[in-house]
């Protein structure tokens, strides 16, 4: 009997969102609680339309999506059409949601959704923590009441938005700042694992045997989701993926702390190894190989249900 985890997504889609809940809904270990959308790579109102067409199309229309926060903290919006197309899913056009948004903002989702059930939720960030930073702020108690916390962001090295930051923290680096800084164990899966899930092409030519899943959404998507150091890498499936299966990850504690005044280092996830006081687990290994057959492994059961 598969043990199940129940998840908040919160999340920014973006094609690596979109693939992230498609595997969230997919995989037998981890039940979707719900999703709660934040402005990232797109504007709000895109990534909470995305959402639920993502989730009306794979088959979990009865997940609620619930909008949040519409901007950074303090900083102006910033987003990466550049990278996830106008509309934000790259090429992908999916039909019109069966339901649309829940009533209430994905802040009060996320803290009535943790205190009714203490210990049992993993709360998973796959875009900017506005969302995450404003729910601590208004309920502090919200770190003891996650089974786990994990994000997809920050970098031990390098960045991919600037030289120094990752793109989810530096959306929003005062929200960062808030989050690591909230006394809970922050699961960062960043940059030194998600840029080696780049889909080759064995992997594009097991996703055109998934159906409409592969020609609708999937291939469509990442068709048309490119930066400029290439064909990106789905960043997002990875903190899902840790969810579903975290022995495929190697992680080392750290304190990690988040740079919100350098002028060209602002939104840096300074990772310090030696740290006295580990406030995150930072994963630093992937199983590739064993990444991309459990991702692909999961789509097949999405597909075929939606047949
Ligand atoms: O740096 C990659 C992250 O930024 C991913 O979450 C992607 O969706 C974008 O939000
Ligand atoms: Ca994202």
Redesign the pocket.
Known sequence: MTQTTRIILD??P????ALAITFAHGHPGIELAGITTVA??VGLDKTTANALAVASFIGAAGTPVTAGCPAPLLRPALD?RD??GESGLGGAVLPEPQAGPASGHAVDFIIGTLAAAPGEITLVA???LTNIALALRREPRLAGWVRDFVI??GSAGRG??TPAA???IW?DPEAAAVVFGAGWQVTMIG?DV?LRTRPEAPVLSRMRELGALGSDLLLPALGQYKSVEGD?AV??VCAVAYVAEPGLFGLVPARVSVETRGQWTSGMTVTDFAGAEPNALVAMEIDTGAFWDLVLGTYSQVAAAMR
């Open positions: 999340c920014d973006g094609v690596d969102d990232g790579n990466a990278v996830h796959t875009g900017p997809m962001g991919n938005t990752e793109f989810n959306a940059l998600t990106p960043h997002d």
